[in-house]
């Protein structure tokens, strides 16, 4: 296994340190949009994909897909434990992506 050098932060004495294992982003993606309901021809004709935007940890980035988390606890040690909120997007599904910083 690799590993990985923590970058952390502490705010306060009673909250644990954040874990910069991974860089934190802004993502927006292209998305199926469906509607079961009657149109006329042009309406269908028009719709389009929906633009979609999702914010959290990058834990995963290659050629097939983006993995975000957005949420993450503590075990008992105070190390970073289990993530939550994932979303897995398909790369070729990302329009653009921004890192955020200094959180």
């Known amino acids: 296994m690799k590993k990985v050098k923590v970058k952390s932060k502490k705010f306060k004495n ?4 954040i874990p ?5 982003y802004l993502i927006y993606w292209e998305d199926i949009q469906s509607d079961a309901s009657w149109k006329e ?5 028009g719709m389009k994909p929906a633009t979609c ?12 897909v ?3 988390m ?3 606890n503590y075990d008992e040690k105070g190390d970073m434990g ?6 897995v997007i ?4 990302v329009i653009t992506k921004y890192k955020i910083g200094d959180l």
């Open 90 to 93: 398909p790369t070729k599904n």
């Open 53 to 64: 935007v999702s914010t959290g940890w990058l834990v995963k980035n290659d050629s097939k």
């Open 82 to 87: 289990d993530g939550g909120n994932t979303t």
């Open 20 to 24: 910069f294992l991974y860089d934190f």
């Open 41 to 45: 021809m042009d309406t269908i004709q």
């Open 14 to 17: 009673d909250v644990p340190e």
């Open 70 to 72: 957005s949420d993450y």
């Open 66 to 68: 983006h993995i975000l």
